[in-house]
């Protein structure tokens, strides 16, 4: 007989609550270390002027005020919305093809891991690779161009293609994790529907317009909002592949940010740009939100 059950009192475990705050903890503390506390010294940074060889010493708003009048910065906001502009379309629409064709066409673990495996990739490795294929004089593309009769092109040496070379890249590295993201959204909804549909007669774009794009209006915000924002973020292709240029023309906001941070040891000013852009991924996520009605599901 056991001790509980002589003692005449019951065994008492963990409540539900209990279990679950166990579970989250390490979530948590990682959250608190590694994105709230920097975070938050980012802010309190923002207001000094620091250059990490001397005592950072208070200078209020002089660092955001200096920031309204900085044409770079402005530009570089720019270039961020106009890269996901570039980018953000084509991405989540062949994302969404490839996830129709394979719901349709096959479930096979091996093709949704060859779709995953650009995503799983280093940054660094795959902007190295494609920086490679992409050289203007010995680059694999241009001699297939060249080979076929075309003229070659200068993809990241170029102004004007440079940054939507950038966006390419990105794309491609970003387009199978979006596609099975959208797959297992297309895979939540039921079958009975589309059923239901094609004995009404409905057409294949009924069908898609209909049912399956409200049915994934969840997985589109999710899929919408980090893509925006790691678009507005994006740093290590244009460091690896035209560290800015060629004439500013890729010079994207947060890599004028990392610039001034570690290249001009402007830590204070740095945060104040820091905090202003976090402020326009903050009010993006929440209208983006808003406009899709993110806390309704239609098939609640």
């Known amino acids: 007989m056991s001790t509980a059950a002589t003692s005449g009192r019951p065994q008492r475990g963990l409540s539900q609550a209990q279990t679950a705050w166990l579970m989250l903890a390490p979530a948590l503390l990682g959250f608190v270390l590694f994105y709230a506390w920097p975070a938050a010294r980012a802010v309190a940074i923002s207001f000094t002027d620091w250059n990490l060889l ?4 208070d200078v209020g708003w002089a660092n955001y005020a200096r920031l309204l009048n900085d044409g770079q910065f402005w530009r570089g906001m ?7 502009l570039l980018n953000i379309p084509l991405q989540t629409v062949l994302g969404l093809g490839l996830a129709l064709a394979m719901d349709r066409l096959t479930r096979s673990l091996f093709v949704r891991a060859v779709l995953l495996l650009s995503y799983l990739l280093s940054n660094v490795l795959v902007a190295m690779v494609w920086l490679w294929l992409l050289d203007p004089t010995l680059g694999a593309l241009n001699h297939l161009i060249s080979a076929v009769g075309g003229t070659p092109q200068p993809f990241f040496a170029s102004p004007e293609q440079s940054l939507a070379t950038v966006a390419a890249v990105n794309v491609w590295r970003h ?3 979006v596609a099975l993201l959208f797959l297992a959204g297309l895979q939540n909804i039921p079958r009975s ?6 004995m009404e007669g409905a057409s294949e774009w009924q069908i898609l317009r209909r049912i399956t794009l409200p049915l994934l209006r969840p997985v589109m915000v999710f899929v919408l909002v980090t893509s925006v924002t790691g678009a507005l973020q994006i740093f290590d292709t244009v460091a690896v592949t035209t560290q ?16 001034n941070a570690f290249g001009y040891l402007r830590m204070g000013y ?31």
Do not use: F, K, N, W
């Not at 001397?54 to 010493?57: E, Q």
């Not at 529907?193 to 094609?198: C, K, M, P, T």
């Open 54 to 57: 001397r005592p950072a010493h």
């Open 244 to 259: 800015g240029g060629p004439e500013d023309a890729s010079r994207v906001v947060v890599y004028y940010i990392v610039q």
């Open 175 to 177: 387009m199978g994790l």
């Open 270 to 300: 740095a945060s104040a740009m820091s905090v202003v852009l976090c402020a326009v991924m903050l009010l993006y996520t929440a209208i983006q939100m808003r406009l899709m009605r993110a806390d309704h599901h239609d098939l609640a």
């Open 193 to 198: 529907l589309y059923e239901a549909a094609a």
């Open 78 to 84: 720019q270039l961020s919305l106009y890269y996901a």
